[in-house]
C-alpha cells in the first residue's frame, strides 16, 4: 500500500496531467464569421474546471461531500444567506423543493403555515414552464397576471392588485437576468402575510439598488432558486441551488429534498442527533430508526460531488463572469442605439428602474410590422443564434390545457411578447469580434426586411 505522501504525489501528478490534456484537447479556436457558430448560452471552462472536477474524482465519493459543502458555504456567503444554501441535481428541482417546501408537515412544527391544494400563487405567463410546473404538480392554483413590456417582468402593483383571500405565495423568476422588484415585494408580502420565492436561476449576480444598500438578487424571498446548467452564469454540469431565509426554511427544504426524512445526518454519517433510536414520531414504534422516519413528501434531489466541485472552480470567477455579460449586453445595445435602421427595427429590454442586471440574454422587441420568425431564420443561417423568451404565453401551450388556472386582466403584452420577441447570447464566451459580427448579421437582416 502506497504511504499517504505518495498517493498525495501521485494525485499531483494526476491533476497537472489533467491541466496538460485540457489545454490540448480544447484550444481556443478562432473565430470565422459566417462559419463559427455564436451560440444564444454557453458555457466558458478552464483546465482549472477539469483540474478540480479530476480532484474530486479521485476522492471516489460519488454522493455529496467535501465539494459540495464548500459550495454550498461559498454560494450562501455570495449571496448573504449563510448558512442557508442546498444544493440540487438542477434549477427546475431547485423551483421545485422550493414549492413543494410550502406544503411541508414541518413547516407547522416551526410555526409556519403549510400552504394546501387549492391554494393560489401568483406568477406570470411569460416565463419557463418550470417556474410553473411545481404549482400544478402541488395542485396550487397559478394566478397569472401580465409583464411590462418594456422589462418583461410584472409590476409589483400588478401582483398587488391581484391578491385574494386565496392568495397564500408569489413566484416569480427575474426574466432574462433583468430583475423585478423583490425588495417591494418582499416587504409587501411580510406584511400581507405571504411566501415569497424568487426565480433566480437565470440572474445571479443582478442587483436591486437602494440607499439602503445594494443586494443581489436571491437574497429576498423566503426561498431563492438557481440553475447551474451549462447555459447559465455559473455551471455543474446540471445543477442548481435553493437558498432560503431563515435556518428553519432550510430545514424544512432539506428534508423535502432528502426524501422526506426527518433525519438530518449527512450521507456516511450516522446518529448526528444522538438519539437514533429513541424518537417518537407520528404513529411509528417508539425508538424506530430516525433514519426511516418520514415527516414530509419528500423527493432525492441531491447533487454529486463532482458536480459540485466544478461548481466550485466556475464560483471563483463569477464575477468576471458577470461583468463581461455586462460588457456584452452594453456593447450591444450601443450598437443597435447607433444605426438609424437597427434602433428603427429592433427595441432592446430595458433594466428594470433601481436595478443592475446580470444579463442572462440580449432581449429584443421586433418594431410593428417586422416578421420575427424572418429575424431569428436568418439570423440563425448567418450562424447567430437565437432563441424566444422561453414558453411566450404559457397558457397558450398544450400542456396546459387541462390545467386549473386563473388570469388577472388580458395577457396583452406576453401576447405581444410572444410574437415579436427574441433574444441573442451575451454569455462571457462572446468576444469583440463575434459581437461585431453579430451586429452586422442584424443589420444585413434589417436592410432585408
Keep these: 500500500m ?6 498525495g504525489d501521485l494525485r499531483l501528478q494526476v491533476v497537472d496531467a489533467a491541466k496538460t490534456y485540457f489545454q ?20 466558458v471552462m478552464t483546465e ?10 479521485l476522492d471516489m465519493v460519488l454522493t455529496a461531500g467535501r465539494f459540495a459543502d464548500d459550495l454550498e458555504r461559498d454560494l450562501a456567503t455570495k449571496l448573504g444567506r449563510r448558512p442557508h444554501a442546498l444544493l440540487v441535481n438542477s434549477g427546475s428541482s431547485a423551483n421545485l423543493l422550493a414549492i413543494s417546501s410550502l406544503t411541508a408537515n414541518t413547516m407547522a412544527d416551526y410555526d409556519m403555515a403549510p400552504m394546501r391544494p387549492g391554494d393560489e400563487v401568483i406568477t406570470v405567463a411569460a416565463g419557463f414552464p418550470t417556474t410553473v410546473n411545481p404549482l400544478v404538480q402541488n395542485g396550487f392554483v397559478p394566478v397569472f397576471v401580465d409583464v411590462d413590456f418594456q422589462t418583461l417582468n410584472a409590476l409589483p402593483e400588478k401582483i398587488m392588485q391581484a391578491r385574494t383571500r386565496k392568495t397564500r405565495a408569489i413566484i416569480l423568476a427575474h426574466t432574462l437576468g433583468n430583475p423585478f422588484r423583490a425588495d417591494r415585494l418582499q416587504t409587501w408580502c411580510d406584511d400581507e402575510g405571504l411566501y415569497l420565492i424568487e426565480d433566480s436561476c437565470d440572474a445571479l449576480g443582478s442587483e436591486i439598488l437602494s440607499n ?4 443581489l438578487v436571491g437574497s429576498f424571498g423566503d426561498y431563492s432558486t438557481f440553475s447551474f446548467y451549462p447555459a447559465h452564469h455559473i455551471t455543474t454540469g446540471e445543477g442548481g ?3 432560503a431565509r431563515s435556518h428553519k426554511l432550510r430545514r424544512v427544504a432539506e428534508s423535502v429534498r432528502d426524501w422526506g426524512r426527518d433525519c438530518w445526518c449527512e450521507p456516511g454519517k450516522d446518529n448526528t442527533c444522538g438519539k437514533r433510536f429513541s424518537w417518537e414520531i407520528g404513529d411509528m414504534p417508539a425508538g424506530y430508526d430516525h433514519k426511516y422516519i418520514y415527516s414530509n413528501i419528500g423527493y432525492n434531489l441531491k447533487i454529486t460531488d463532482m458536480q459540485a466541485a466544478l461548481g466550485v ?21 450601443e450598437g443597435i442605439r447607433a444605426s438609424p435602421t437597427l434602433r428603427d427595427k429592433f427595441l432592446p429590454v430595458l433594466p428594470t428602474e433601481d436595478t443592475r442586471p446580470s444579463w442572462f440574454g440580449l432581449p429584443l422587441h421586433c418594431a410593428e410590422g417586422v416578421s420575427r420568425e424572418q429575424v431569428v431564420r436568418q439570423l440563425e443561417e448567418r450562424k447567430v443564434g437565437t432563441r424566444l423568451v422561453f414558453a411566450g404565453n404559457i397558457t397558450k401551450q398544450k400542456a396546459y390545457r387541462n390545467v386549473n388556472y386563473r388570469v388577472v386582466g388580458e395577457l396583452t403584452n406576453t401576447d405581444q411578447i410572444m410574437r415579436r420577441t427574441f433574444w441573442m ?3 462571457p464566451g462572446i468576444r469583440a469580434a463575434q459581437r461585431q459580427y453579430m451586429l452586422e448579421s442584424l443589420e444585413s437582416v ?3 426586411l
Excluded: C, M
Excluded at 502506497?2 to 498517493?7: E, P, R, V
Excluded at 490540448?24 to 458555457?43: D, L, N, Q, R
Design 2 to 7: 502506497k504511504s499517504a505522501s505518495t498517493l
Design 24 to 43: 490540448h484537447a480544447f484550444p481556443v479556436k478562432s473565430f470565422v464569421p459566417g462559419e463559427t457558430y455564436i451560440p444564444a448560452s454557453g458555457k
Design 48 to 57: 482549472d474546471d477539469l483540474a478540480l472536477l479530476i480532484d474530486a474524482a
Design 212 to 215: 439602503a444598500g445594494n443586494r
Design 241 to 243: 441551488a435553493v437558498l
Design 313 to 333: 472552480s466556475q464560483l471563483k470567477r463569477v464575477d468576471d463572469f458577470i461583468e463581461k455579460r455586462r460588457e456584452n449586453w452594453n456593447r450591444l445595445v
Design 425 to 427: 447570447g451575451v454569455y
Design 446 to 448: 434589417a436592410k432585408s
